[in-house]
Antibody
Framework: QVQLQESGPGLVKPSQTLSLTCTVS??????????WSWIRQPAGKGLEWIGR???????NYNPSLKSRVTISVDTSKNQFSLKLSSVTAADTAVYYC???????????WGQGTLVTVSS | SYELTQPLSVSVALGQTARITCGGN??????VHWYQQKPGQAPVLVIY???NRPSGIPERFSGSNSGNTATLTISRAQAGDEADYYC?????????FGGGTKLTVL
């Protein structure tokens, strides 16, 4: 059973860079034809896709966030990571990582981690 | 950019059938996925590629997709089905989510 777990600071100051890591267990991040995604959800609002990465390093990003987002993968650690620069209060949200199966669906999700942007 | 439209809320009587719609331009040509999200929890995939159920999802959950509307149907609704439901597609190299529908079981 694949499991994903987000980790990283719960508090980030405005204008700084938000950094999160997703650790995959129960299977190799390199096995199978899967993409690995980040999604976020502000309190009381809907889901927003941030971007995804394949283990080759190929990425796709949400155009609305593309200028500030970097997603990377470390296959040796079975992890992938998110960096979001120049954050503001609008970036305060629960951040989820997820595995994307063939067909474009997120079949496994992490439990989510709350990141608050505040001075 | 592609947009998905869901009703803000749907109500259903206990034991009856709930239908949640997801509208989009020619959505019938895309794979539609549905997620259930309960308060404080991560989303759970309940239908993928229009009408397929992941293992562990009850047969009461079904999906269809045609024309400009995809539909998630929940038969014999239970109190435990009360949640937010999101549709999602892949378009122009991005995931696109609907705004979500709150299902209330009366």
């Amino acid at each position: 059973q694949v499991q994903l777990q987000e980790s990283g600071p719960g508090l980030v100051k405005p204008s700084q860079t938000l950094s999160l890591t997703c650790t995959v267990s129960g299977g190799s991040i390199s096995s199978g034809s899967y993409y690995w995604s980040w999604i976020r959800q502000p309190a009381g609002k809907g889901l927003e896709w941030i971007g995804r990465i394949y283990t080759s390093g190929s990425t796709n990003y949400n155009p609305s966030l593309k200028s500030r987002v970097t997603i990377s993968v470390d296959t040796s650690k079975n992890q992938f990571s998110l960096k979001l620069s120049s954050v503001t209060a609008a970036d305060t949200a629960v951040y989820y990582c997820a595995r994307e199966a063939w067909g474009g669906q997120g079949d496994y999700w992490g439990q989510g981690t709350l990141v608050t942007v505040s001075s | 950019s592609y947009e998905l439209t869901q009703p803000l809320s749907v109500s259903v009587a206990l034991g009856q059938t709930a239908r949640i719609t997801c509208g989009g331009n020619n959505i019938g040509s895309k794979n539609v996925h549905w997620y259930q999200q309960k308060p404080g929890q991560a989303p759970v995939l309940v239908i993928y590629r229009d009408s397929n159920r992941p293992s562990g999802i009850p047969e009461r959950f079904s999906g269809s997709n045609s024309g400009n509307t995809a539909t998630l149907t929940i038969s014999r609704a239970q109190a435990g089905d009360e949640a937010d439901y999101y549709c999602q597609v892949w378009d122009s190299s991005t995931w696109v989510f609907g705004g979500g529908t709150k299902l209330t079981v009366l």
